[in-house]
């Protein structure tokens, strides 16, 4: 026993890699296969780690399922530049960069395909990526209205549907998204809130 009465442990520290590894193999097979193609065995041998490593981290296909979804929360929030339109830009930047690395455009491909089957996978998806990435773009657009840069009536909600829809459609229509796609979907929202 140690000085303070515990007992040391035994064992190995937790590999933190193997458990990436497995998460982004579930979101692979999940925007690949859908939900009826996932399957734990499947996400061990993507993902290059044994079954028992699976299974001792999580116990079931939907603990793990809400794991790599936590997982693809956002991870980085662009810093404010103090202009809407700059911040704007930046959102969407790193919208568009974290769903196609993630390959989050396809994942919801499937989610919607596979509705009402994935109504709960949806669900997950909507918490802990689609609403807190909505809420990103409100506060930036509240903070516009609050520093005059945008008109006081806009429809907040309406508005961030507007620029957060521009991906989905756009990528949805197979329309070019060459450099300087933000900026321009930027400036055609802000001609029609500006003040």
Same mark, same amino acid.
């Given at each position: 026993?140690?000085?303070?009465?515990?007992?040391?442990?035994?064992?190995?520290?937790?590999?933190?890699?193997?458990?990436?590894? =497995?998460?982004?193999?579930?979101?692979?097979?999940?925007?690949?296969?859908?939900?009826?193609?996932?399957?734990?065995?499947?996400?061990?041998?993507?993902?290059? =780690?044994?079954? =028992?490593?699976?299974?001792?981290?999580?116990?079931?296909?939907?603990?793990?399922?809400?794991?790599?979804?936590?997982?693809?929360?956002?991870?980085?929030?662009?810093?404010?530049?103090?202009?809407?339109?700059?911040?704007?830009?930046?959102?969407?930047?790193?919208?568009?960069?974290?769903?196609?690395?993630?390959?989050?455009?396809?994942?919801?491909?499937?989610?919607?395909?596979?509705?009402?089957?994935?109504?709960?996978?949806?669900?997950?998806?909507?918490?802990?990526?689609?609403?807190?990435?909505?809420?990103?773009?409100?506060?930036?657009?509240?903070?516009?209205?609050?520093?005059?840069?945008?008109?006081?009536?806009?429809?907040?909600?309406?508005?961030?549907?507007?620029?957060?829809?521009?991906?989905?459609?756009?990528?949805?229509?197979?329309?070019?998204?060459?450099?300087?796609?933000?900026?321009?979907?930027?400036?055609?929202?802000?001609?029609?809130?500006?003040?």
């Amino acid at each position: 026993m140690s000085s303070e009465g515990q007992r040391p442990r035994r064992g190995r520290a937790r590999d933190h890699s193997k458990d990436r590894a =497995v998460l982004e193999a579930t979101i692979k097979l999940l925007a690949s296969d859908g939900l009826a193609g996932l399957s734990m065995d499947r996400v061990a041998a993507v993902s290059g =780690v044994s079954k =028992v490593t699976v299974y001792t981290r999580w116990a079931s296909k939907n603990e793990l399922i809400g794991a790599a979804l936590a997982n693809l929360q956002i991870d980085q929030v662009p810093v404010a530049t103090g202009g809407v339109r700059g911040d704007l830009v930046a959102h969407l930047r790193a919208m568009r960069r974290q769903y196609y690395e993630s390959g989050s455009m396809a994942l919801l491909g499937n989610c919607l395909a596979d509705e009402p089957g994935s109504g709960e996978l949806l669900a997950r998806i909507r918490e802990s990526t689609l609403l807190p990435r909505r809420a990103h773009f409100a506060e930036v657009l509240r903070a516009g209205v609050e520093r005059g840069e945008l008109r006081a009536d806009i429809d907040i909600e309406r508005a961030t549907s507007l620029v957060v829809g521009s991906l989905y459609a756009d990528h949805l229509a197979g329309r070019p998204m060459d450099p300087g796609w933000e900026e321009s979907v930027v400036d055609e929202l802000l001609r029609g809130l500006g003040v």
